[in-house]
């Protein structure tokens, strides 16, 4: 008797354990890294889709979304992007906006004044190197 009580505490502890884990794969979070580098408005608009459905799809609490915009791409991230709004209002809904510092250097060799970012939008040293490190910390990669 004393044997199958074990056994029946052993299963249970397995099943236990077995929901556990799946409850946990259920609520990993998930992390995105969406590339920018093109100044079509298209494109520009899919990458700003992209993050929206994963937000809608895994559940904001369940996934980091990170837009690097980089060359032309940063355009999408100034005061003369004809998705302005939108990013404005992205950024305050959790999704991570990050311009390229070296683009907003040769951007302002280039017109003599700095780009003027929009309200939300970070900057990094190179936005090549955040995309690869953010890849190393885990982070899925889309171009669109």
């Known amino acids: 008797m004393k044997k199958l009580n074990k056994i029946s505490l052993a299963s249970a ?33 899919i990458a700003l889709n992209n ?6 799809h895994y559940g904001m609490d369940n996934i ?13 991230l100034t005061k003369k992007s004809t998705q302005a709004s939108r990013v404005e209002s992205l950024a305050m809904q959790d999704i991570v906006f990050s311009a390229c510092g070296n683009t907003m250097k040769k951007m302002a060799k280039k017109t ?5 970012l929009l309200e939300g939008v970070g900057t990094v040293p190179a936005g090549v190197a955040q995309i690869m490190e953010l890849q190393e910390k885990g982070y899925s990669y889309i171009r669109p």
């Open 13 to 45: 502890l397995f099943i236990f354990m077995f929901i556990f884990s799946v409850a946990q794969a259920e609520d990993k979070l998930h992390k995105i890294v969406i590339q920018v580098s093109t100044n079509d408005p298209v494109t520009q608009k």
């Open 51 to 56: 993050a929206v459905n994963l937000q809608k």
């Open 64 to 76: 980091v979304v990170e837009i690097v915009a980089y060359g032309p791409g940063l355009n999408l």
């Open 112 to 116: 003599g004044k700095q780009p003027q």
